[in-house]
């Protein structure tokens, strides 16, 4: 069997880290294609390395652009790898332009396309990824859902014959990089004099917080104004917006520092009183390390994480001000997001059909 996964964005380099090993260990042919959606080192290369990824087999060097461009970019150089490499599986990750471009290549060129991480709703067409995710689920012949709640959203959009439950990839990965920094100090506590849960762990990136100059105005104030420093690990998409709009991303508790390599961010957050976050995967990493999080949006596609009390949902400045100094909630051993071995189902999943 052979399978070319197609990834492009930092949080796909995480899921693909447990399906290069799983395909290693099977004995399954795997190339890996690189959109370059995502370019900077910390965004990329980081993510290679110290997950032990093979080097991308193909990479394409799209880079950035409005959605419509960059989707188009990577569609068209999409086909010709397709055709030379001729696999049995094409596998995309998650929701991001680089996600919907390959589902799209492959369907049309009558490749099988399997969907990691199917299922997801937030229900806000408003958001990127909401089209990216109902798009590719629709277009793919394997639904790889990480949850029930997924297989459950699948099932209502008539999509239940094509979907398998696997698990959440981003379970595999996160818990043996935990056992790998637990007991190690944070490289980010000492440079920055911090103390063991005397902070909190920020990331803010999505265009619903960072395009419009008031929201993303809103957010800093309700971060500068929480009680405690906030380190707001910033990606290049929140640094260029708020150097647009001049709003300094340094003031207040509030403390802008470049994006950690994975290892980093873990121990990181293992080390803070919670984590304020509008990503989607640092929600289910922080519930994965009964850390505390806030999240900043209106909907979350990890609904678990706030039924089991782990994730407020807020909005204002104030509301996130309030929220991240709530008492610690009860503990649980709940696992809606699997047991750590999803990469090894999905290699199966794909054998199987
Ligand atoms: C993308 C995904 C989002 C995911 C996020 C993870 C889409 C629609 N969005 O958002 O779902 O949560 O990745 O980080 O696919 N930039 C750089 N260097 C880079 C990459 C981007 O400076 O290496 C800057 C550019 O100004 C670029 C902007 O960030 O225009 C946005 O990048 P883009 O890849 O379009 O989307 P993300 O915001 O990263």
Redesign the pocket.
Known sequence: MKIVSVV????QFVKLAPIATAAAAAGVEHIIVHTG????PM??DVFFDDLGIPAPDVHLGV???S?GV?TGAMLSALDAVFDAQQPDWVLVY??????VAAALSAVKLHVPVAHLEAGLRSFNRRM??EH?RVLTDHAADLLLAPTHVAVDHLTREGLAARTVLVGDVMTDVLLSVRDEVAGRSSALLEELSLTPGGFYVSTI???EN?DDPDRLRAVVTGLAAVDKPVVLLA???V??KAAAHGIPLSQGSLIAHAPLAYPDLIAAVLASAGVVTD???LQKEAFLLRVPCTTVRNETEWVETVELGWNVLVETADEIATAVTRARPVDTDAAPYGDGHAATRVIEALRAR
């Open positions: 492009g964005a930092r949080p959606q995502h370019y900077d965004l990329s880079g950035s652009g959605h960059q998650g929701d991001t332009n680089s996600t990127p990824e990216n990136h999505r265009a960072t990606h290049p998409r640094v260029a990503s989607g995967g």
